[in-house]
């Protein structure tokens, strides 16, 4: 891929942090990410322990999808020293009717609000810059904190499910925006 190609794009700011677009050069935060003890257990093992195949994993996952569908995970930084510390954003997934909020930090930015400010901007975005009718979010049954940040950006609970691969049981959160306003 050319440098211009894979430049990353700002995608939404807020008055701590800046979600912009993946590029390959995120892989190794990535690799982190999805190897923490708290990601396994409450999303799943990626099985990626390269950052050769966490390179790949995002260039056919985030990158693809936000080309395709012009939104998808974003890495959140720190604005005041551009420090990556996650990621938050929109993804489409075959087993919901639309896209759904995923968010996860490292460990070291927990408990300090950077959660919620990126996922409530990114459910702004959704609503008035994306025009989506409706955003999902879905999280494991015991994962209390996702429950609570999911009800605090006004989503409700819908129903379970057992989605694809894994089959697991998944709460299954649901906002619909009013787009006349």
């Known amino acids: 891929m050319s440098g211009a190609a894979t430049a990353a794009l700002s995608v939404i700011a807020t008055p701590r942090l800046r979600l912009r677009t993946v590029t390959p050069d995120d892989a190794a935060v990535y690799l982190a990410l999805v190897n923490e003890p ?3 257990a409450n999303i799943g093992p990626r099985n990626l ?12 996952g985030a990158m693809a999808q936000f080309r395709q569908h012009g939104y998808a995970f974003c890495i959140v930084e720190r604005r005041s020293d551009g420090i ?6 929109l993804i489409l997934r075959a087993s ?5 909020i995923g968010y996860a930090l490292l460990p070291a930015y ?3 609000g950077y959660a919620y400010e990126a996922a409530a901007a990114v459910m702004c975005h959704a609503q008035h810059v994306l025009r989506l009718p409706t955003v999902y979010g879905i ?16 989503l ?24 006349d306003s």
Not at 84 to 89: E, F
Request: net charge positive; with cysteine; glycine share 8%.
């Open 84 to 89: 990556a510390m996650g990621i938050c954003g």
């Open 96 to 100: 919901l009717p639309g896209p759904d």
């Open 156 to 179: 409700r609970f819908e129903r379970f499910a057992r989605l694809p691969p894994d089959g697991k049981e998944t709460n299954i959160y649901r906002k619909d925006f009013r787009l």
């Open 110 to 112: 927990w408990g300090q």
């Open 49 to 60: 322990h390269t950052v050769v195949a966490a390179r790949a994993a995002l260039e056919t």
């Open 38 to 40: 708290s990601w396994i």
């Open 139 to 154: 999280t494991s049954q015991q994962n209390q904190a996702s429950i609570n940040l999911l009800n605090k950006l006004g």
